[in-house]
């Protein structure tokens, strides 16, 4: 973020949160040194002596801990918003700048410094309702994500209704912002929750990520600070600002701007100035626990933030969520798919759509009353992949059983014709792909589309060990599952990422399973024998050597290669019916692979060069291969811009994947229809509407498209969501 880069790490600083835990002093120089010092970490081949100019030119107004917040956070928000009619909007040129400038900083701080800044109001109309509802409301009424004001999107919305979120999963929705007030109002409820999850060893390695302050027992005690430090500072504001305390967005956002004011008529007083550092310290340690910080890479780190609880209190029922996304004015929904975990029993999957059903009826009733269009909720169920603990000789026994029994009951649901059932539009998996593959599920979905599910997603190709292993996912998850026209694939990052930036990322070699190397082969090897991976051909017989070199160290046999790969193609089927009906036999292979000490054999892990074989160009061949699959079969990619820049191989905006499709298809090469999706709408900081914004301002700021040209992909972009919209 250049210039304002320092400001940006303001509620990310550690040691100052430390030392006033401590009970110690901060001064203006120690948050200019910690700040450098973290933009050091963020920037490691810059020399200090370029750091320590930023850091004193960003500094360079600022003497008393007040300016830190009245000049320099102020100034930050200058630098991003704008008001257009009245309006906060974010600057369209910086927008996807913004979206890492609020992984740090919750927005309804930065928008309350930007009100601040530009606004004209004395002390006593702070604390109005004409001023509330005038200059606050508009902005952060229900949702702290503003957006840039970008005429042609504001339009497009309106003829629309609003956009479409095909892929949006309800838990993981809420804003730091509206969380932030549940954790203060109601600590010890949402504490318990973080107790739970402290079993977790991927919550327990985000505690230590961020130096053991998210731990449920120093987390009580941060929270119990920042209650503390919340009633002194309004009893100090009250003496000259008639403000009222409560856990209300109201109160926060007055707050936020009134604390601003007095800061500026008693510049010197630094006991309020501390306070308010240090109650926004412990806001920013909140936020980094709940928003996916852009240092933190990959999907085992999201599965962290998915992990610790921390949303779970507020997250009870529906409501505060649903109006979160429609947006401020309640226009930015056409329709959303919202993914919900089938439970296992029908009683509970009733509970839970009932509560989900109201929360909606809310924000319907609230749309009507302002004479606005009814936004459509639908529902799509998504399996959970989970890691195998296997002690048998079928892989996955225990979720094959446990997804079967959860997929009855849907088909109970859909059979029964009831408001419930009928809500329930498609079919769904999702959670980690290194856990659970695509065959996993081929019987459920296959037994699912049976009984007369018609619509059908699968999240595939959003992380993986090689490239090569993310597109055989995708590959997997068309072919075992039974995917038809109109039904899609969530992420496919692999199918767009560039090979060169995978490979900057991940260096020359990588550590992978040596099976699942094998089988990444092996499906290279099958691919460039059909007609979309035809330009493969010439590298047939490397391949073939180094798959039979692996299969003889995992299986120990001596099949030819179209064996391995009969047995590959096999997995989708019913592998505990074929054991319980002794026809195992004749899939010999397939038993192999799914036998326990095959299984230890094929986890082993090897070193490969990343282009051991295939190359950056026979990588990207691959791609178009897939694509060309895809585009054949009328296949949808769903496609999540802020989540996948944040998970996938990408460091910021400017490389995201959806421009590669955007310039392969003026290519003339083949690409599927694509749909746009939140993904975890509160984990990533976004609304559908903003994420359209991204693929605008992309095109436009980034790549230079012109507006015309940016609009048309927009508009092909909301056409597709309208045809593929499950129903």
Known sequence: MKYHSYLSYLLTDRLSLSSYQEGGEVSVGDVKRRLMLIEREHNTTIPDHYLRLDANYSFQKIEEKSQIFTIGLTELADAFLEYRYNRVYVKAEKFNEWQYLIAYIPPMLLVCAYIFRNGHFSSQELTTDSFYNQSVAPNLRYTSFVSPYIRQMEDLKRKHNGFCDLHIHLNGTLETDTVWLDILKYPNCVISEMYDAEKDELVKEQYEQFDNWSRPDRFKELIEKANELRVELFDELSKKIPIFMDFTRRSESIFYIAVLYYLCLYPTNKDVADKFHHYLLILGLTNSILVQQPECFGFEQFQKYTSNKLRDFSEREYEQRFFQLAGNGLDNL???????????????NNNLIDKIRRGWKKLNTAQMNLELPNSELRLIAHFIKKKDKQKGNI?????????KRRSEILISMHKSVSKNGKFIVGIDAAASEFDTPPEVFAPVFKRL???GFRHFTYHAGEDFYHLLGGL???????EFLGLQR???????TAAGVSSKIWHKNVGDKIIVPKGAYMDDLLFAYYLASTEEGADLRPLMPQISMRVMELAGEIYQGDENIEAYISAWKNRKLDIVELDKQNKLIEYHLLELYHKKDYVEKYNEKIEVEIYEILDEAAL?????????LMHKKEIVIETLPTSNVLIGNHRQFCTFHLHNWFKWEGEGKAIPPIVLGTDDAGIFATNIYNEYCHVFTLLVYEYGVSVNGALDFIKKLNYNTEIYAFS
Do not use: C, M, N
């Open 334 to 348: 056409r329709i959303i798919e919202g993914r919900f975990s089938p439970k296992d029993t029908k009683d509970k």
């Open 395 to 403: 892989r996955f026994q225990k979720l094959r059983a446990d997804i």
């Open 449 to 451: 589309r049976e009984k």
């Open 472 to 478: 055989r996912a995708i590959y997997e998850a068309i």
């Open 486 to 492: 109109g039904d899609r694939i969530g992420h496919a």
């Open 620 to 628: 990207h061949k691959v791609q178009l291969a897939i694509l060309k």
